[in-house]
């Protein structure tokens, strides 16, 4: 039966990265005429969820993966000040200091020079042990 009226609602939010409308949830419905006489309306509600699965305010579009964050997921990296989502940060804990955020290419540089230095150290107690 072809239905009497159709109704579809969007409720949108604007992208801050893109500034394209990004929808949030979608109200379908549809009027129809039943065998009774009635007029019978059915639809349904769709829900949008951010990429990170939360339903709050977005707070950015990753740089690496292009997933939209909300507010409190997003984050930039402390280093080079990019867009990065929870999935893609990596989280450095310095003693008695709050956790800094950092993409993976700073992660990695840090890290590495970490090791190096560790590595250094241990070759030089060597040389000294010989010496
Ligand atoms: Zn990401
Ligand atoms: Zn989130
Ligand atoms: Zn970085």
Aim: glycine letters at 10%; hydrophobic letters at 25%; proline letters at 2%.
């Amino acid at each position: 039966m072809r239905p009497l009226r159709r109704k579809k609602k969007y409720e949108v939010t604007q992208d801050p990265t893109t500034g394209k409308d990004r929808i949030l949830n979608l109200t379908e419905e549809e009027d129809t005429l039943s065998d009774q006489g009635s007029v019978d309306s059915a639809g349904l509600h769709r829900k949008y969820f951010l990429d990170c699965g939360c339903d709050s305010g977005t707070g950015g579009r990753c740089y690496e993966c292009g997933a939209i964050s909300c507010t409190s997921c997003h984050g930039r990296c402390h280093s080079c000040q990019k867009p990065i989502c929870l999935e893609h940060s990596n989280f450095l804990q310095a003693k008695g200091k709050e956790s800094i955020r950092l993409c993976r290419c700073c992660y990695g540089s840090i890290t590495r020079k970490q090791r190096l230095a560790r590595v250094g150290r241990f070759f030089l107690s060597l040389l000294m042990e010989e010496e």
